[in-house]
């Protein structure tokens, strides 16, 4: 199975012209899911064991989505550092535990972030206050603790939650660059939403209870699967197929005319158009291409225009392993094009080569602009002077690979985020169907949200064919607690 890499493209105003001729109409199915990413899988699988019939359409040519693995210089990697979160719900956690059985590994965190000129073990120990801090800094973040029911935020926006949540020192040594790094803005003019979302701590109470949990072991595992995090959107898709759904990918949903019991869709594959007629659809791509191929009667407003960052994802293998013993180094210094180094074969204990190793440095970008339409050779050298601005080892580097994903971190600003829940919430009214998964919400969910999100969608599905509008609110507003883990 080959990792899709990047999400196709949509604009929601080139609306495709109706059919000269409509094909044969293919036998009804129950559901019909579109993108085969994490969430689409999850929700094929579920819907297949429970007895329904399933068709999967995923318009690149590989399934796993942005949680797809792929091989750099013979070694499984993920798109970007990834790991499954211990915090999983448990029926999530159950299921990847059944597909993967003693493939999914337990391990202890060991990344690092850098401070200044310095690198502290991320996540925080106490013993990392004293010990690697810049000077100054562990005062200063005492001092915002101590001060912390003092502050309150003076409008809604990343800036001010930080500030007034962990304090002044968080935001302007770590969560301040790395907001301005991730999403391309002055943290001041993000939604407060998006910090809400990603930091998972609000007083300074909350932190120092963290940093003290994070002294103890077991609260700095996480679980990967000894292939690759890949491993796990190909056990889905196994799990998938294997229950009766059917998946096919290079396919891509030309029209959508949703009826009073079904809905009519019509799709391209390899140049072959082909229609059925489901009794729910299930839409885990972006929602904007939803009203791309919606007819032009019941196409709910325009969406508001929400920009999203993407990353450059820049594959080095390097000769010997391991090139550091550290998973992961979070870089949010502005002089070095990377937010984040990762080395996959520190994630497990696979049946790595001990001769080489990849890295995979993200580099967030902008579709379009001067680091997304880098070469390779440009790329390669940006990366290996931030190796050096950060006082990594030069590597001897033997190939290098290239991923681009285009959409990863919605840019919410301060103004917008009202008006995309509305557009949201009017996308969400078209009859029969739903959109689930990271690509509609706000913000940049985790794997095991996703699945949550999948499962809970087969939740409201009747036996006679019903959604359970109810229990969707309901699992909706479960949805919007859920906390970004890193
Ligand atoms: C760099 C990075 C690091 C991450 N780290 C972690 C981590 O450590 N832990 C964690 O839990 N999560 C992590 N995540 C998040 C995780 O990868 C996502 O939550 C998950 O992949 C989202 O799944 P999805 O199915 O909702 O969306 P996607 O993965 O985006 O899948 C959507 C699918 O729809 C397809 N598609 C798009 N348009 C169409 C169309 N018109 N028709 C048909 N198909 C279409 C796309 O090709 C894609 O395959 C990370 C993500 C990134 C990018």
Not at 41 to 59: D, F, I, P, T, Y
């Amino acid at each position: 199975m080959s990792t899709s890499g990047a999400e196709p493209e949509s604009a929601p105003d080139q609306r495709p012209q109706p059919p000269a001729e409509q094909p044969e109409p293919e036998a009804d199915i129950d559901v019909l899911v579109v993108g085969g990413g994490p969430t689409g899988l999850a929700a094929a699988l579920a819907a297949a064991r429970r007895g329904r019939s399933v068709r999967l359409l995923e318009a690149s040519g590989g399934l796993g989505g942005m949680a797809a693995g792929l091989t750099v210089a013979g070694q499984r990697v993920d798109l970007g550092s990834h790991r499954l979160h211990p915090s999983a719900p448990p029926r999530v956690r159950a299921l990847i535990e059944e597909l993967l059985g003693p493939d999914l590994q337990s391990r202890e965190r060991n990344g690092r972030l850098r401070l200044g000129e310095r690198w502290v073990a991320f996540p925080l120990r106490p013993v990392d206050l004293v010990t690697s801090v810049p000077p100054g800094f562990a005062l200063a973040a005492a001092r915002d603790v101590a001060t912390g029911p003092l502050r309150r935020p003076r409008t809604d926006s990343y800036a001010e939650v930080v500030r007034a949540g962990l304090g002044p020192t968080a935001l302007r040594h770590f969560h301040g660059p790395m907001a301005a790094k991730l999403w391309g803005r002055d943290p001041d003019t993000l939604s407060g939403e998006l910090a809400r979302k990603r930091v998972p701590v609000r007083t300074g109470r909350d932190v120092a209870a963290k940093v003290v949990a994070g002294a103890r072991s077991h609260n700095r595992r996480f679980l990967y699967p000894r292939l690759g995090y890949g491993q796990i959107t190909d056990a889905l898709a196994a799990g998938a197929e294997q229950s009766g759904a059917e998946l096919e990918v290079g396919s891509r949903v030309e029209h959508l005319r949703p009826g009073s019991d079904r809905v009519e869709v019509e799709w391209g594959t390899r140049g072959r158009r082909r229609r059925i007629r489901a009794g729910r659809v299930l839409w885990t791509a972006a929602p904007e291409s939803l009203i791309g191929v919606l007819p032009p009667q019941i196409v709910p407003p325009r969406p508001p225009p929400v920009e999203h960052r993407g990353l450059v994802l820049v594959y080095l293998a390097v000769a010997g392993r391991p090139y550091t013993n550290y998973d992961a180094h979070y870089v949010p210094n502005g002089d070095v094009v990377f937010s984040r180094l990762s080395e996959p074969a520190n994630y497990r204990d696979g049946p790595d080569p001990d001769s080489l190793t990849v890295l995979c440095a993200e580099i967030p970008c902008t579709r379009g602009d001067g680091l997304w339409r880098a070469d390779i050779d440009i790329l390669r050298r940006l990366v290996l002077d931030g190796l050096a601005r950060l006082e990594l080892p030069p590597p001897s580097v033997h190939t290098v690979e290239i991923r681009r994903l285009p959409k990863v971190y919605p840019v919410l600003t301060v103004d917008q985020a009202g008006d995309r829940r509305r557009w949201l919430n009017a996308v969400a009214a078209v009859d029969g169907v739903t959109v689930v998964g990271r690509q509609g919400r706000l913000v940049a969910d985790n794997l095991h949200h996703v699945l949550d999100m999948g499962l809970s969608a087969v939740d409201c599905l009747g036996d006679d064919g019903t959604w359970d509008h109810r229990a969707w609110a309901r699992a909706e507003a479960r949805f919007e607690s859920f906390t970004v883990e890193d």
